[in-house]
Nanobody
Framework: QMQLVESGGGSVNTGDSLRLSCTAS????????IGWFHQAPGQERKFLAG????????DYADAVNGRFTISRDNAKFMAYLQSNSLRPEDSGTYYC????????????????????WGQGTQVTVSS
């Protein structure tokens, strides 16, 4: 089974940017719709963004639309989340996830369901 590993987290100040990366272990990566999620301390994991296999069709949660950008490089088996204008409430664990492409992929990701999950990367935004 394909595995996902996130990286790029760290400690930043309010207003800073970070680019999170998600590395897949297998070349079947291009068959999967990718999603990014955020879990703040003591809260449920929430959907942020999803990206279709073509790297073009994207779906964003209202809370991050215009501030975060999801992208992917299928040749490198990698996905990214560019996060700008970070706020203290953006602190927490960021996860990437993958769903084998289907007509239900975006709906499932928005519902917090995915077939494969990474272990997460920590982000701390100081005020």
């Amino acid at each position: 089974q394909m595995q996902l590993v996130e990286s790029g987290g760290g400690s930043v100040n309010t207003g800073d940017s970070l680019r999170l990366s998600c590395t897949a272990s297998r070349n079947i990566f291009s068959r999967y719709v990718i999603g990014w999620f955020h879990q703040a301390p003591g809260q449920e994991r929430k959907f942020l963004a999803g990206l279709w296999v073509d790297g073009i069709r994207a779906d964003y949660a209202d809370a991050v639309n215009g501030r975060f950008t999801i992208s992917r490089d299928n040749a490198k088996f990698m996905a990214y989340l560019q996060s700008n204008s970070l706020r203290p409430e953006d602190s927490g664990t960021y996860y990437c996830a993958a769903e084998l492409m289907s007509t239900q992929s975006f709906r499932r990701l928005r519902s917090g369901v995915a077939q494969i999950w990474g272990q997460g990367t920590q982000v701390t935004v100081s005020s």
